[in-house]
């Protein structure tokens, strides 16, 4: 503005030019709203308008991409089950002996619940899990977001993966810089004959002792 300082004015016009160098590159852009839309600390919030519908697009996508690993993961954690609902965690600690009958009844049990929907069942079921996740509040800042995947992984078991993907990220360059540095003092001009494997070793013990 006409008021500012010509040192603020300088300050600010380099902080742009460094933004916009940073931002300008659309894949990185789509990464960052990738990760955005699966923080249920924002979801859509700092998409831009213009990107809302190619992400959502993307979204769906990579669901049905992931939704046959991700029931799999879902039915394991849920154990065997029964006609009666009844979970192997809920079952009795008590061994019981087993009858032929029993056998068929947990057999056709885990055949219906890995049972593979039709594609029109599975494009529905993916539309609804993702209209939920947006439609949900968004999660509190004091809150952890990872807890919040955890918690909700069965209620959204496609998102849950995708969310695993994308927000492992580190959201800086600092600890591999770091580590760029710790590689520099082990590797040094008196000990320029190490093996790659020993100089793995020797940096992975400098970090994590």
């Not at 394991?76 to 029993?102: F, R, V, Y």
């Not at 947990?106 to 539309?127: C, D, F, H, K, V």
Request: proline residues 6%; negative net charge.
């Amino acid at each position: 503005s006409d008021d500012e300082t010509d040192l603020t004015c300088t300050i600010k016009t380099k902080i742009l030019s460094y933004l916009d160098e940073k931002y300008n590159d659309p894949l990185t852009q789509e990464l960052l709203d990738m990760a955005s839309a699966l923080d249920p600390w924002f979801k859509l919030s700092y998409v831009s308008e213009d990107n809302i519908a190619p992400i959502h697009a993307r979204l769906t996508s990579e669901m049905a991409r992931t939704a046959p690993a991700a029931m799999a993961v879902i039915f394991k954690e849920m154990g065997p089950t029964d006609p009666h609902g009844e979970t192997a965690e809920d079952a009795p600690t008590t061994k019981k002996k087993k009858t032929l009958g029993s056998f068929f009844k947990t057999a056709e049990g885990a055949a219906a619940a890995t049972q593979r929907l039709s594609p029109l069942q599975e494009q529905q079921a993916i539309s609804s899990e993702l209209q939920l996740y947006l439609q949900s509040g968004n999660l509190d800042s004091e809150e952890d977001p990872l807890d919040w995947w955890r918690e909700h992984q069965r209620l959204f078991p496609r998102l849950s993966k995708l969310a695993k993907k994308y927000l492992c990220i580190p959201a800086t360059s600092s600890p591999s810089e770091r580590v760029f540095s710790t590689g520099g003092n082990v590797v040094t001009c008196l000990r320029s004959s190490l093996k790659p494997e020993n100089v793995d070793r020797l940096v992975f013990l400098s970090k994590n002792l």
